[in-house]
Nanobody, 122 residues
Framework: QVQLVESGGGLVQAGGSLRLSCAAS????????MGWFRQAPGKEREFVGG???????YYSDSVKGRFFVSRDNVKNTVYLQMNSLKPEDTAVYYC????????????????WGRGSQVTVSS
């Protein structure tokens, strides 16, 4: 069992940056692939980026080059650094954990946080 808690969301102007954190409790955090998803009002949840247990990162095309995922297996924390933010990045951001390798499919993630709101003003 893994519990996930996101933090670091807020309001930022377009072009600004934010860093989200996701603290994990439970066993074997380092063995999980960690993912970030987001859901905007009226839209489906979409994959943002992920990082495998070995540190391999992968991203959706919409954020590639602007967002970066990292993890600290000592602190049991995964991060999402968001740069050059756009109004269309406004959403609730969720972190999630899976035993699967390098997946972006939400149904393959077993554990989810409650989300953190990110609002980007124009």
């Amino acid at each position: 069992q893994v519990q996930l808690v996101e933090s670091g969301g807020g309001l930022v102007q377009a072009g600004g940056s934010l860093r989200l954190s996701c603290a994990a409790s439970g066993r074997a955090f380092s063995s999980y692939t960690m993912g970030w998803f987001r859901q905007a009002p009226g839209k489906e949840r979409e994959f943002v980026g992920g990082i495998g247990w070995s540190g391999d990162e992968y991203y959706s095309d919409s954020v590639k080059g602007r967002f970066f995922v990292s993890r600290d297996n000592v602190k049991n924390t995964v991060y999402l650094q968001m740069n050059s933010l756009k109004p269309e990045d406004t959403a609730v951001y969720y972190c999630a954990a899976t035993r699967s390798i390098a997946t972006s499919r939400s149904w393959q993630f077993d554990y989810w946080g409650r989300g953190s709101q990110v609002t980007v003003s124009s």
